[in-house]
C-alpha cells in the first residue's frame, strides 16, 4: 500500500477503540446469558458481576472447580424433567424438511431463471420480491382458518376415487393439519420459496453459460447437463441457500406458534413456556438454560460454515 | 434455454408460489369480508312451576345455539362488508378523537391499529439510518485491520445476526432481570434507579438498539466485501489530486458502495416493516405493539378459545397494502428499467 495512504497513530487509536467496542457489544449479551445458565439463581441474578462470573454460592451449594462455581441442574430440568429433546425432535423434522424441499424445488427454479432473458423470467422474479416482502403473519391468517378445519375440507380427496388410493394408505380419514410439524413445513418452504430463487440464481449466474452448452452438444439433454455438469460446481452456493433456509425454519416463531400445538411445538416458541409460568427464580435461569441450548447449534453453524454464510450475503448484493 | 424447458424447469417454484402464497392471500381478502358464526335459533320455552292448586306455567323466548344432527353447533358464513375493516380502523373513533374537544393524538393511539402503525413506522425509519451507518462504520474499521485479525472479527460480528431473533431480544431482557448487571450499570452511571421495562419509551428504545445490534452485522459484511473491490488506481490518483481522507472517503468509496446501501436498505425496509420477536422476546405487548404483532395477537385463542380470524384478515390486509406502498417507487423502477429494455 501506498505509504501516504497509510493511517496516522492517531486515527489508528481510535480506530483500534471502536472495533474493541464494538466486539464487546456484539459477543457480551450472549456469552453473559451462557455464563448465567450455569449458575444457582442467587449468583445469576445478583447485581454485583463478579457473582456472575465466580459463581460462590454455586460454589457452595452445589460445588465446580478452580474456585468457580457452575451447576447443570437447570439444563438437566429443560431437558430431562421438562422433555425439551421432544422440542428439539420438532425442530429437527421441522428444519430438515424445510431445508431439502426448499433447495431441491429452488435449485431448478434458481438454474431456469439464471440462463433465461425473458419478459416472463423478470416478472417471475419481481413477484418473488413482492412475496418476500410479505408480513408472514398475512400468510399465517390464511392458513390458521385452513389448518383447523383441514379433516373437513380434505375430506373430499379421501373420498373420491381418483385420489382417494393414494390417500388412504397414510390415513384412514382426513387428517387435521393444525398440530402437524410436517404441515408447517409446507407453509415456511412457501415463505422462503422466494429468498431461495433469488439467491440460487445468482449463484447460477457465476456458473458460464459455455458449460451446459458445451455438455448439450456433447448430447446431454437440458436436465441432463443441469444434473450431470452443473450441479456438481454448484455445491457451495447450495450449501449457504441451504443454510439460509436453515436459519429461516429454525429461528422462526411467528409460524410456528401459531400452527403447532403444545404437543408438537418446535424449540424456539417452547421457549415462551418457561417465561409464561409464574416465574420462580430457577425457572427464570431455566429459561435461559433452554435459550443457550438453542444457541450452542448457531454458535457451531457460524464456526463450521463462516464463509458460505458471508458468500451468502454479498451474493444477493453484488448481483442483485 | 428455450421457453418451454425454462417453464419445466421454473414449473415446482411457481406452483408452489401460486398454491401456497398467492392461493393464501387471495383467502384472506374473501375471508376478511366473512363473519362465521354458530348459528342461534329463537325457541318458545314453557317452563312450570309447582304451585297452589295446579301449576304456574310461563313460556318465554331464548336463543340458543342450533345443532346439527350430531349435536354440533351449525356454524354459518355470512357477508358482512366493511365491518371488519371498521373494527379495526374504528374510523368514529378517529374522528371523534379529531374533532374539536376530543382526545387528539392520544386517543388515535388508544386504537390497537395506529398504535401498531405508529411503533412499525418509527420502528423501520430510525433503524434504518442507525443501520446502514453502524454497518458502515464497522466495515471500514475492520479494513484496516490485520489480515489475520478480519476473520475472528467477522466471526463475532456474525453472532448478533445469526442468533434467532426472539432469543437475541431475550438475551438482553435477562441483562436487565431483577437486579441485572446492566441495571446495576444504568444506577452506577446515572446515580438513580431507572427500571427499563415499567414504561414504554424505554422499551422501545431497548427494541430500536437491539434490531441495530441484530442488523448491523448483515450490512457490515455486505460493505465490507465491497470493500474489497474499491479501485486502488481511484484511490491514489485523488491522492495525487490533493484529496483529504475524509474527501477520498465521499468522493470514491462511497459511490462505489451506493448500489449496496441501496440494496441493504431495500432488505432492511422489507425486513423492519415485519417486526415481530421484539415484542415477544421484549414483552412488550402492554405499551409497544406493532403491525404483524397486531395480527398475531387476534389469530391466537382468547380465553374461551375464540380466534378472531375475520378481523386478523382484515388487519392483514391493511399490513399488506403497507408493504405495497411501501414498495411501489421501487416496482415502478423496474417497470421502467424493463420497458426502456424492450
Known amino acids: ?320 | 434455454m428455450n421457453g418451454r424447458t425454462f417453464g419445466w424447469f421454473v414449473a415446482p417454484s411457481v406452483v408452489m408460489m401460486l398454491v401456497f402464497i398467492a392461493f393464501p392471500l387471495v383467502f384472506v381478502f374473501v375471508q376478511s369480508f366473512h363473519a362465521t358464526q354458530s348459528v342461534f335459533e329463537t325457541v318458545k320455552v314453557e317452563s312450570c312451576t309447582p304451585g297452589f292448586l295446579g301449576q304456574v306455567c310461563k313460556t318465554e323466548e331464548r336463543s340458543r345455539p342450533k345443532l346439527d344432527a350430531a349435536g354440533q353447533p351449525v356454524r354459518e358464513t355470512s357477508f358482512i362488508g366493511l365491518a371488519a375493516y371498521r373494527t379495526v380502523l374504528q374510523p368514529d373513533a378517529v374522528w371523534a378523537a379529531l374533532a374539536p374537544g376530543g382526545g387528539g393524538w392520544d386517543a388515535v393511539m388508544a386504537v390497537d391499529f395506529y398504535r401498531a402503525l405508529r411503533f412499525t413506522l418509527t420502528f423501520t425509519l430510525v433503524t434504518l439510518p442507525a443501520v446502514i451507518g453502524l454497518g458502515l462504520l464497522i466495515a471500514l474499521a475492520v479494513n484496516t485491520m490485520a489480515r489475520s485479525l478480519r476473520g475472528p472479527l467477522i466471526f463475532v460480528s456474525l453472532m448478533p445476526f445469526i442468533v434467532t431473533p426472539v432469543i437475541g431480544a431475550l438475551s438482553i431482557r435477562w441483562l436487565f432481570m431483577g437486579d441485572g448487571i446492566l441495571t446495576a450499570a444504568l444506577r452506577w452511571m446515572t446515580g438513580s434507579h431507572i427500571s427499563m421495562f415499567a414504561q414504554g419509551w424505554t422499551i422501545e428504545v431497548l427494541m430500536l438498539v437491539y434490531r441495530v445490534w441484530h442488523v448491523a452485522p448483515f450490512a457490515f459484511v455486505v460493505f465490507y466485501a465491497a470493500l474489497q473491490t474499491v479501485s486502488q488506481d481511484a484511490l491514489e490518483a485523488a491522492l495525487i489530486d490533493g484529496a483529504s481522507r475524509f474527501e477520498r472517503l465521499r468522493y470514491v468509496v462511497i459511490p462505489h458502495l451506493k448500489p449496496l446501501i441501496v440494496f441493504v436498505a431495500l432488505i432492511h425496509l422489507m425486513d423492519a416493516y415485519r417486526v415481530f420477536d421484539e415484542v415477544v422476546g421484549f414483552s412488550s405487548e402492554a405499551h409497544r405493539i406493532s403491525l404483524q404483532f397486531l395480527t398475531f395477537n387476534l389469530l391466537t385463542p382468547d380465553q374461551a378459545g375464540n380466534r378472531a380470524v375475520t378481523r386478523a384478515s382484515a388487519s392483514a390486509m391493511l399490513t399488506m397494502v403497507g408493504v405495497i406502498v411501501l414498495l411501489v417507487p421501487i416496482l415502478a423502477r423496474a417497470w421502467r428499467e424493463q420497458r426502456g429494455r424492450a
Request: aromatic share 12%; charged share 10%.
Open chain 1, 1 to 320: 500500500m501506498n505509504a501516504a495512504l497509510r493511517l496516522p497513530a492517531g486515527l489508528r487509536l481510535v480506530i483500534g477503540v471502536f472495533v474493541i467496542g464494538w466486539v464487546v457489544v456484539a459477543a457480551f449479551p450472549l456469552l453473559w446469558t451462557a455464563v448465567m445458565s450455569f449458575r444457582v439463581p442467587a449468583d445469576a441474578l445478583s447485581g454485583n458481576p463478579l457473582d456472575v462470573l465466580l459463581g460462590p454460592r454455586t460454589l457452595e451449594t452445589v460445588g465446580g472447580g478452580l474456585g468457580i462455581g457452575v451447576t447443570f441442574e437447570h439444563y438437566w430440568a429443560v431437558w430431562v424433567t421438562q422433555h425439551f429433546y421432544r422440542n428439539l425432535l420438532n425442530s429437527a423434522v421441522v428444519t430438515f424438511g424445510v431445508v431439502t424441499i426448499s433447495l431441491s424445488v429452488g435449485t431448478l427454479a434458481g438454474y431456469g431463471l439464471a440462463r433465461t432473458r425473458s419478459v416472463l423470467a423478470f416478472w417471475l422474479l419481481v413477484a418473488a420480491l413482492v412475496f418476500r416482502a410479505l408480513p408472514h403473519s398475512v400468510l399465517v391468517t390464511g392458513y390458521v382458518p385452513a389448518f383447523l378445519n383441514s379433516a373437513h375440507w380434505l375430506q373430499p380427496l379421501w373420498d373420491w376415487g381418483a385420489t382417494g388410493w393414494l390417500f388412504h394408505p397414510f390415513a384412514a380419514r382426513a387428517p387435521t393439519l393444525y398440530g402437524q410439524p410436517l404441515a408447517v413445513i409446507v407453509v415456511l418452504v412457501a415463505i422462503n420459496q422466494p429468498f431461495t430463487i433469488w439467491m440460487l440464481r445468482s449463484f447460477f449466474e457465476n456458473i458460464p453459460a459455455e458449460l451446459d452448452e458445451a455438455a448439450q452438444v456433447d448430447g446431454c439433454t437440458a436436465f441432463g447437463a443441469f444434473w450431470r455438469v452443473i450441479m456438481p460446481v454448484m455445491w457451495p452456493g447450495v450449501i449457504t441457500a441451504g443454510l439460509f433456509s436453515f436459519l429461516l425454519a429454525y429461528n422462526d416463531y411467528l409460524v410456528t406458534a401459531l400452527l403447532l400445538d403444545s404437543q408438537s411445538m418446535t424449540m424456539v416458541p417452547a421457549i415462551t413456556q418457561f417465561l409464561n409460568r409464574d416465574s420462580r427464580a430457577s425457572e427464570q435461569i431455566e429459561a435461559i438454560a433452554a435459550a443457550v441450548s438453542i444457541t450452542a447449534p448457531l454458535f457451531v453453524l457460524v464456526m463450521a460454515f463462516q464463509k458460505q454464510i458471508v458468500a451468502g450475503l454479498t451474493q444477493g448484493a453484488v448481483k442483485g
